[in-house]
């Protein structure tokens, strides 16, 4: 079960965030400080928290300025929704599904006063009596007919249905008591259905799965509600302790004495990842009388001891695993990164081994590197635990890592959102990469009259909210400029999602290999390839340029600068690849048939009977003309987002062969 669209309401700076969608692995919120963005957590949090997390309360959550309404009794608690979210159903959820209902989604919410409810979508919905009344009647006076000379005497099936349903309003549902009743009133009248009698047959069958609709939907939620993943933010990293004395610990633990905000969290989830408490531990660093002189004693002791240490060593092996994989240390310069874990009587010790083999504290190394420890830590731990198949909220992750070591650790969230469905808020450029904006959620607020408003499309009126996703291209942008020594120029962004996507697709199926070493530069506008071309060119670097073949492809692909610069070869137009010519033809139309399917299914606009009708207008032309809302970057973006589920066998045959002359002609160009 994953979360699917969520929608946050009355919750602290929130008054109506605004469904938006969540990505079935790992989702971004950026926004400027004070946006709203912690609490968009905080608030998803409580759809299913873990144990120990603070309850709603009216007093603290409840947007401030509205407060009063709720003590002047004008609002009620219990009719205040905070969060409410939609999950998609695995193949295990929906075995607790009747038949009829496997194809319906599960949503759930959470109120105010930390009530909860919740329902299935696109299942069939629980009767009421005003909806099979007649029916009930029609079905009575049939089986009134049917009752044979001499057994008048006895009660009519309609004498009782009325006497059944006489207090019932029109408006109640049918479940529990209800339909139990009803169904027992179908069961009596059975015998006296006409079983030559086709219609009242149909009539019987469609009362009795009618009638068991409602029971059968509060059952499949009953079970469903179990299954919900829980929620865990990790808003504030804990940190591990690098020197922790056992007995001490195991005493506030007894005593209900912890230290929930720092270390002591964070220690007792480094104990659990090797599977003791920490009371076991101590007596296992505790030695028998030296007077008592047992020789079974001793050698039970010494068994605790390699135990203990065993389990330090395993613990520290695949602690040590997981942070090399982010923090790469260049050990020529000593960044080795050995975690080890020492224990000495009822001390346990948390050191880093450098490539001398000297040992030193955890609490001496870097900030980025103690955060980086304890994040995993708790993690492990958790994620072993209740919180097994959780989904994770991060605020903020990683902002004591170096830049590089973030964009390291942004592939870490990567492997953990495989299996822990991701939530994370970020500033940082080096946590969006460039293939990633159909992952991300803007977060703002213009005002406080509006509150907290969450953007699906990455749209937003404070540039501040957009800031961290123009550096992240603007980073990744430099980097090719000047790194890659064979290079691509395209007009814009959607023409890099679709080579980057579609060249993906090809590679996988071993179709065409577009060469991995050329980089995809987008230039912004089709007047900007030649600024762009002539840059790299003078560099040393080979370039080719993918121009449209609209009004303002044509006139960039005569200016006499770039056609000295890349010559005719260098200079290629989406209409050459085509099979079938389209008059001012850009990249879409490269993917025509696919991308008419794609808009249909993903964003509900239907373009195909007038695309068939126009096969020589160009794909972007139409929608335009046809649709409203449209925009070029929301369709490359539902394209993206198809292309992760699909292969190239999903595209039509036409489209791959168009797509690998196109490659070929690539990779000559800058061979």
Same mark, same amino acid.
């Given at each position: ?68 309404? *709720? ?55 629980? &009767? ?30 309609? =004498? ?23 169904? &027992? ?58 020197? *922790? ?58 068994? &605790?001891? =390699? ?365």
């Amino acid at each position: 079960m994953r979360i699917k669209k969520v929608v946050v309401q009355n919750y602290r700076s929130i008054l109506d965030s605004e469904q938006f969608e969540i990505d079935a692995e790992k989702t971004i919120l950026v926004g400027p400080n004070e946006a709203g963005k912690t609490a968009i957590l905080q608030a998803i949090q409580h759809l299913n928290p873990p144990d120990g997390v603070k309850p709603l309360t009216a007093l603290r959550d409840y947007p401030r300025a509205h407060y009063n309404k *709720i003590k002047l009794g004008e609002v009620d608690p219990s009719n205040v929704r905070v969060v409410e979210a939609e999950f998609e159903l695995d193949d295990d959820d929906r075995e607790y599904l009747p038949e009829g209902m496997k194809d319906a989604d599960y949503v759930l919410w959470r109120n105010l006063d930390n009530s909860t409810g919740h329902r299935l979508t696109g299942a069939p919905p629980k &009767k009421t009596l005003s909806g099979i009344e007649k029916d009930l009647h029609r079905l009575a006076a049939h089986t009134d007919g049917r009752i044979e000379a001499g057994e008048e005497s006895e009660a009519k099936p309609s =004498d009782k249905l009325k006497a059944l349903i006489a207090d019932w309003s029109d408006h109640d549902t049918i479940e529990g008591d209800k339909a139990s009743a009803l169904l &027992k009133w179908l069961e009596e009248v059975f015998p006296l259905v006409d079983e030559d009698n086709e219609k009242e047959e149909t009539r019987y069958d469609r009362l009795k799965s009618e009638i068991g609709i409602g029971d059968a939907r509060n059952q499949a939620v009953k079970a469903l509600r179990k299954r919900v993943p829980v929620f865990v933010l990790f808003s504030n990293y804990f940190r591990v302790r690098p020197l *922790i004395h056992l007995k001490q610990l195991a005493v506030r633990i007894a005593n209900g004495t912890l230290d929930d905000e720092r270390f002591d969290y964070g220690n007792m989830c480094l104990l659990n990842l090797l599977g003791f408490s920490a009371d076991e531990l101590s007596e296992m660093g505790t030695a028998p009388d030296p007077d008592a002189n047992d020789p079974e004693a001793l050698e039970v002791f010494r068994e &605790k001891l =390699d135990e203990r240490q065993y389990l330090l060593n395993s613990a520290e092996v695949s602690l040590t695993r997981e942070i090399r994989s982010v923090w790469n240390p260049d050990e020529s310069r000593g960044e080795a990164a050995k975690l080890r874990l020492r224990a000495d009587g009822q001390y346990l010790k948390v050191t880093v081994e450098d490539d001398l083999g000297v040992e030193v504290e955890l609490d001496q190394r870097s900030e980025g590197f103690q955060w980086l420890v304890s994040f995993f830590v708790v993690f492990f731990a958790e994620a072993e635990g209740d919180h097994k198949n959780a989904v994770l909220l991060l605020d903020e992750p990683g902002m004591s890592l170096h830049a590089l070591k973030q964009r390291e650790f942004r592939k870490t969230i990567s492997r953990l959102a495989a299996n822990n469905q991701t939530i994370y808020t970020t500033h940082s450029p080096f946590l969006v990469g460039p293939d990633e904006l159909d992952q991300v959620r803007v977060v703002e607020m213009d005002n406080r009259e509006t509150g907290t408003k969450v953007h699906t499309s990455i749209t937003a009126n404070d540039p501040a909210a957009l800031l961290p996703l123009q550096e992240a291209l603007g980073y990744d942008l430099a980097q090719s400029l000047f790194t890659q020594k064979q290079n691509l120029v395209l007009e814009g962004l959607t023409d890099y999602w679709y080579v980057e996507a579609v060249a993906g697709l090809l590679r996988d199926s071993g179709v065409a290999n577009l060469n991995e070493k050329i980089a995809l530069v987008p230039s912004n506008t089709a007047g900007k390839v030649v600024y762009f071309a002539t840059i790299l060119h003078a560099q040393g670097f080979k370039v080719a340029a993918l121009l449209d073949s609209d009004s303002a492809g044509e006139q960039a692909a005569k200016q006499d600068t770039l056609v000295h610069t890349l010559g005719n070869k260098g200079i290629l137009r989406t209409r050459d690849f085509l099979a079938h010519q389209v008059k001012s033809a850009e990249v879409e139309d490269m993917l025509r048939d696919t991308l008419i399917n794609v808009v249909k299914s993903e964003c509900g606009w239907d373009v195909e009977a007038k695309a068939a009708k126009q096969k020589d207008r160009a794909l972007v032309s139409i929608l335009e003309s046809e649709i409203k809302e449209f925009s070029k970057y929301k369709l490359a973006k539902a394209f993206v987002r198809w292309s992760r589920d699909h292969s190239s066998d999903d595209l039509t045959e036409g489209e791959r062969e168009q797509w690998k002359k196109l490659v070929a002609a690539v990779n000559a160009a800058v061979k």
